[in-house]
């Protein structure tokens, strides 16, 4: 059996999620030379800078201690290496008697100490200070960003894979605090060090910091070169590195399918096929921004030498002082080093910057609104009966594909309607309209006779409880995973639920019974028992209106019978909605809708259906299998 080929799987899985439901795992991003090179430039700088200062911004007693700190580091480290001067020359001075000159350095030496702890110091403070500053930033922005997602709309969610999602939090997130942690400090200090080593040096001498100057064309040119290739490299090796994790998590999550299929030989073969690819793209990655870039700095200690060589000769000439060339030339050296750093962390920067513009992006997305429609008007009641009505609804998911055609159905309070049809009908899509997970376009749904755009969206889903198609468990207790239904719940609610639903019994032959920790969406549940505690949840709410969508689709008929006993009452006065394959479930209904193709082709009772001989009788009877 044969893989698929390279670039097929590279497409496939480098920006993909393959598990909707977990998010990113593996071996994570990491920080190449020439800074996170997986981000675009920033379309609009200078607006997301604003935007980041805003969450910096909170701390500007922090921001000013930061910049004296950085500061007073710069000044000392400058000044103590100056203080060489007057150590080489009081040395060399054979004019001063020995014993003077030894009192003399030992003046100088301490000082020199003195100076260099304090600059110790005020980098500690300043690593600190920073440190808080950025970490109570993200940790605001995260939350923002994550209260945001909980507001945004279930469409914002349908186009998105979770991997796409998650990598807001996990690289973009990562990206920005490591702008704020170091990059920051580092180019301010960078550029306060070269401009504190340019007066020094002039200070020193003229003529030398002149020649210096005219190597830093050739350096800055250098240093970029080497930075646009590393970052181009690194962007390669990111991709790769995203596929391969986007692979390892596929192969975990689909563990079970690969042995049913016989796959694992194909998988290892792919996986060396993608393995492969990103031991090559790290080579050249880790070449240019491991090898390269510290080599190519290091062509500064050319003009190291030259400055040395000239030095020395005005030493001889010029009576310039030994100790200036001393201290010069370590300027000189001091001088390149933050040169070669800034062009390398002006791309973490703009990684960074594209990274908060996509984090901004995903917080200026529209949120769910309260009320839908422009002329929407709160009409929001105090309670809701449940008379719910669909008038001449069509609706699409994506524009130009009408899913739903022209729906038009009533159930008073207390009523029971079914929606039958085959796979890919418009059952689950029309549930979804009741509680506005989606607008609909045309038509009116409205509940209580007040269209379902004027009620607020959380009191309109405090009266609609759904059990869904595909349940979800939160990893917590079983008792935990019940109250989701109505957090007031008492426990004796809880058990009573549970019992109505038929679960009370597999739940007390769990090892801890309801205080059973559920974990990965209940991996530890039978699939039947996980909707029974999705019906549980559901028995819980007190909620007029009941949505069923295939809640029993995985239970044995003999339990199912017994659920629906239990439900019997709780459906008693609530309006339900009811989708199920299995007719039987069905048959009590007030009505039955038959959809075919977003259509209601046939609507009655089970009797009246089945007289008249059409789709429901064929689905019922069998006579015809289903397309
Ligand atoms: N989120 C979505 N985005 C785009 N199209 C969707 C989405 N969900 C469903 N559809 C499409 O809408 C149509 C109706 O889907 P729906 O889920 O309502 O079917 P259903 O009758 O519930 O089927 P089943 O019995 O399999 O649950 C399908 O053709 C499907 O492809
Ligand atoms: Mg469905």
């Known amino acids: 059996m044969a893989g698929r080929s390279l670039e097929n799987l590279q497409q496939r899985y480098s920006h993909s999620a393959p598990d909707k439901k977990r998010g990113g795992m593996g071996f994570g991003p990491r920080r190449g030379p020439g800074g996170r090179g997986d981000g675009a430039k920033p379309k609009d700088a200078k607006n997301t800078i604003g935007r980041l200062l805003k969450y910096i911004g909170g701390y500007h007693l922090h921001l000013i201690l930061v910049l004296l700190c950085m500061a007073c580091s710069t000044v000392t480290s400058l000044v103590g290496a100056y203080m060489l001067r007057p ?91 490591m702008m704020l942690n170091s990059t920051m400090t ?35 040119k250098l240093g970029t070169s080497i930075s646009k290739r590393s970052r181009k490299y690194y962007t390669a090796q990111q991709a790769a590195l995203g596929a391969v994790n986007g692979y390892i998590e596929e192969s975990i999550t689909g563990q079970k399918i690969v042995k049913v299929f016989n796959h694992e030989e194909v998988c290892v073969d792919e996986f060396k096929t993608l393995n492969g690819d990103m031991r090559s793209k790290q080579l050249k990655a880790q ?11 290091n062509t500064s200690q050319i003009s190291y030498a030259f400055t040395a060589g000239i030095g020395g000769l005005l030493c001889i000439h010029a009576g310039f002082d030994a ?34 513009e996509r984090v901004f992006a995903v917080m200026d997305h529209p949120a769910e609104l ?16 449940g008379h719910v009505i669909l008038d001449d609804v069509t609706f699409g998911y994506v524009p130009d594909k009408t899913v739903l055609h022209n729906i038009s159905l009533y159930a008073k309070p207390g009523q029971k309607i079914a929606f039958v049809g085959s796979t890919g009908a418009g059952k689950t899509t029309i549930t979804n309209l009741l509680n506005r997970f989606y607008e609909i376009e045309s038509g009116t749904i409205t509940v209580d006779g007040i269209d379902i755009r004027n009620i607020r969206k959380d009191v309109l889903r405090q009266n609609v409880t759904m059990v869904l198609q595909d349940t979800h468990l939160f990893t917590g207790t079983v008792r935990e995973n019940i109250r989701y239904g109505r957090l007031d719940a008492t426990d004796e609610e809880v058990v009573q639920a549970a019992k109505t639903a038929s679960a009370h019994s597999f739940i007390m032959r769990l090892e801890n019974g309801y205080d059973t920790i559920l974990q990965g969406d209940g991996a530890n549940l039978s699939q039947g028992q996980r909707q029974l505690l999705n019906i549980a949840r559901a028995a819980l709410s007190k909620a007029p209106i009941l949505v069923l969508d295939e809640a029993t689709s995985s239970v044995d008929t003999r339990t199912e019978r017994h659920i629906e006993k239990g439900m019997d009452r709780l459906m008693a006065d609530r309006t339900t909605f009811i989708i199920a394959h299995r007719l039987s479930t069905v048959r009590n209904c007030n009505a039955i809708m038959v959809l075919e193709q977003g259509r209601i082709v046939e609507r009655g009772d089970h009797d009246q259906l089945l007289a008249m001989k059409g789709r429901y009788y064929e689905l019922y009877t069998g006579v015809k299998e289903l397309d």
């Open 87 to 177: 150590v080489i020359n009081t040395a060399a001075d054979a004019s001063i008697p020995a014993a003077e000159r030894i009192a003399n350095l030992g003046g100088i030496v301490l000082t020199m100490a003195g100076l260099y702890a304090l600059g110790i110091l005020s980098h500690y403070m300043q690593a600190k200070l920073m440190m808080i500053v950025s970490q109570n930033s993200i940790e605001k922005l995260r939350n923002d960003l994550f209260d945001k997602m909980q507001g945004l709309p279930v469409r914002f969610f349908d186009s998105r894979s979770t991997g796409e999602v998650m990598s807001r939090y996990t690289n973009d997130v990562d990206n920005i605090q």
């Open 186 to 220: 580092s180019l301010i200090s960078g550029v306060c060090t070269i401009i504190g080593t340019l007066f020094f040096m002039f200070f020193t001498n003229v003529w030398l910091s002149l020649l210096v100057i005219v190597f830093v064309p050739l350096f800055l």
């Open 287 to 297: 070449f240019f921004g491991g090898i390269m870039g510290p080599i190519v700095g």
């Open 323 to 356: 100790g200036g060339l001393g201290i010069f030339v370590n300027y000189a050296r001091q001088f390149a080093r933050p040169i070669n750093n800034l062009t390398m962390e002006a791309s973490t920067v703009f990684s960074a910057l594209a990274g908060a």
């Open 370 to 385: 309260q009320l839908a429609g422009e002329d929407a008007a709160d009409q929001t009641p105090e309670t809701i009966k």
